[in-house]
């Protein structure tokens, strides 16, 4: 069974300047009718120089999450196509969201990420920066390199016209035993950039806690983590917000 902990922590820069976490992120089993246990993972960032980016991020995660347990009752495989209708449907409400409050689709800029795992196979997908750590037996690698876009310090978001062609989407029939995902603002923590490859002093630390708990224990971690990602040894390396899911089904 996974075991899986998520936690968003606002920026020490947003703090000062009283701006709310615009992190948003969902991370569950979602059990189907014919007993298949699906682990779904989504992170959301919301830009920074986006009047609502924070609820861009939200509709992102909701509307995914949505159509993702729409797709799972489904017995189509999910592949590159299905994965493309979920980012029309995010896209759809952020626009609708736009249009009800008279602003633009850019108002809710977000990067987006997400993966969703089956006992036989796995998807991951991403628009923007932040990252994906899979880990299949004891290899672990990141999955997309974080979008760093066309210009420096810019990235892609998924209400600009060309998200479709700036999604990744990665789908492998591998085992995933531990998968991380999280937002740029933990990037620099968790990535070794000269190497291109996942810095694990960052996640074993904490896997290893998760891997001793029962799924049952989970939920109380979830808080611990949050006090992490808003630790003074964290904020000294990073001032953005912060988003990070860990899950795991090793013993």
Request: with cysteine.
């Amino acid at each position: 069974m996974w075991k899986v902990i998520r936690a968003s922590a606002v920026g020490s820069s947003h703090t000062e300047s009283n701006i709310p976490c615009q992190d948003d992120c969902y991370a569950d089993v979602i059990s189907t009718a014919d007993g298949i246990d699906y682990l779904v993972c989504l992170v959301s960032d919301g830009a920074g120089s986006a009047k609502e980016g924070g609820r861009g991020a939200n509709l992102a995660c909701l509307t995914a999450k949505q159509s993702i347990e729409a797709a799972l009752l489904n017995p189509k495989p999910i592949d590159e196509t299905v994965v493309e209708g979920w980012i029309v449907d995010v896209r759809r409400a952020i626009f609708k969201s736009a249009d009800e409050n008279s602003l633009a689709a850019r108002d809710y800029a977000c990067t987006f990420l997400g993966a969703v795992l089956s006992p036989c196979a796995s998807i991951f997908f991403q628009i923007g920066d932040g990252a994906i750590v899979a880990s299949s037996g004891y290899v672990q690698g990141v999955v997309f390199w974080p979008d760093s876009g066309p210009y420096a310090n810019m990235t892609n978001f998924i209400t600009e016209e060309d998200a479709l062609l700036n999604l990744h989407v990665s789908v492998t029939s591998r085992r995933i035993n531990e998968v991380a995902l999280f937002s740029d603002g933990v990037q620099r923590l968790a990535l070794s950039f000269e190497q291109r490859i996942p810095h694990n002093p960052f996640f074993e630390p904490m896997l290893n806690v998760l891997r001793n708990q029962k799924s049952a224990e989970c939920e109380a971690l979830d808080q611990q983590l949050a006090h992490f990602l808003n630790s003074p040894q964290i904020n000294e390396r990073t001032d953005d917000d912060k988003t990070l899911i860990l899950a795991t089904r090793r013993a």
